[in-house]
């Protein structure tokens, strides 16, 4: 008997999955997954627990509750400068990544080629090949990682058909500019492509950098399906709550893949959010002011170990060069780190497809003050103990 599919023949489970566990085993402060640990904003959490009592339990449309999808609108129009039709240009999702992968389901065939940035996110690029889908790739630079319009037609194949731009970058922190998504569109329009976004991070940004939503370039928004998620802003990442965004020619298709894939967001939780939207600006201030802290905190202890850190211009990882360790493979290094400091990161290698990665290691800062402060403590004392 057959007891496994072709398509997850040669793929196995995330290291991000993997060091969690790993940390779980010995007890250590994981800085490895995004399980982002901190407060639910009052609002949020009593809106679901409201929902809850009030037996608001049912299915909800595929496309999500309405109040919701109306909140999410109004966003978009304020925050974004997107204007979205809530009935008909919005779907409310079971995660971003949910979102993405309703979206690969929906407008790509098996086949398709699909562009991703590298460091990729490594979800874009399993969930692409789980989906029949061919990863294409374009290899940015450190420490800014710039887009150069040349390299992206470059990495183009004859069966690509779509882009994936991710902003702010897990797992680099890059914010991309509209000069480069202007690139971007340029490149999209001559050559006839979808582009999806991945913006789950686009309230976490640093020095005042502004987060700008491709959909907003001109020549992409109606090429353009935008995915964004509230399980970073509001600390939410077990309620597995997304949305996607786009022209109803390009949202009917993902929301009916949504429907075959999970019915519906839990809707419980759909109503929860929703009150989490009208959170005053002061909250989003805070946020991006306590990242900021957790950020500089953790930079330097990785300086101070010799880590060199690549410092993200938003999200809430950092990527640190630890080549000089000498260690064969970053999952070497990881596990050393995590077994003798008891700090869990995640390799590089889950972010690259070659050497390049073999020097990284990738660190999530998602945690309340004291467990930043103390994991800084803790590399410090890694690095002065010669790693």
């Not at 979205?84 to 086949?111: I, N």
């Amino acid at each position: 008997m057959k007891t496994r599919s072709s398509r997850l023949a040669d793929m196995v489970q995330s290291d991000i999955r993997r060091m969690t566990r790993e940390c779980d085993r010995v007890g250590g402060i994981n800085l490895g997954q995004g399980v982002c640990d901190l407060p639910t904003p009052d609002p949020v959490r009593d809106g679901a627990i409201a929902a809850i009592r009030a037996r608001r339990s049912l299915y909800s449309y595929p496309e999500g509750v309405p109040e919701l999808r109306e909140a999410i609108a109004a966003k978009l129009a304020s925050k974004n400068g997107i204007e979205a039709d809530p009935a008909r240009e919005v779907a409310v999702t079971v995660g971003a990544t949910g979102a993405f992968a309703a979206c690969l389901h929906g407008l790509l065939d098996p086949g398709d080629g699909l562009l991703v940035f590298e460091p990729y996110y490594g979800y874009h690029v399993n969930a692409a090949i789980l989906a029949g889908v061919e990863p294409h790739y374009c290899p940015l630079a450190p420490p800014d990682f710039p887009v150069d319009e040349a390299a992206v037609r470059a990495a183009l194949r004859p069966n690509t058909r779509a882009i994936v731009v991710c902003t702010p970058s897990n797992p680099s922190g890059k914010m991309w500019t509209r000069a480069e998504l202007e690139t971007i569109a340029r490149v999209a329009e001559d050559c006839d492509l979808l582009v999806i976004t991945d913006e789950i991070y686009e309230d976490i940004t640093y020095d005042d950098r502004e987060h700008v939503s491709p959909a907003t370039v001109a020549g992409l928004r109606d090429r353009t399906v935008t995915i964004m998620g509230l399980s970073k802003t509001f600390s939410i990442t077990g309620w597995r709550l997304g949305y996607a965004v786009a022209r109803e020619e390009l949202l009917a298709p993902i929301t009916l893949a949504c429907d075959l894939l999970t019915v519906c967001a839990p809707t419980p939780l759909q109503h929860g959010v929703a009150a989490g939207f009208g959170l005053p600006e002061s909250f989003y201030t805070e946020l991006r002011a306590e990242y900021a802290y957790k950020r500089r905190v953790l930079c330097d202890a990785l300086d101070a170990a010799g880590m060199r850190p690549i410092r993200p211009q938003g999200a809430y990882y950092v990527l640190a060069d630890v080549g000089e360790w000498g260690y064969a493979t970053a999952r070497e290094a990881a596990m050393h780190l995590l077994e003798t400091a008891g700090v869990a990161a995640v390799p590089g290698s889950a972010f690259y497809r070659g050497a390049d990665g073999e020097r990284l290691l990738r660190f999530c800062y998602a945690a309340e003050r004291p467990r930043i402060e103390e994991a800084a403590r803790r590399i410090e004392s890694f690095g002065s103990a010669g790693a």
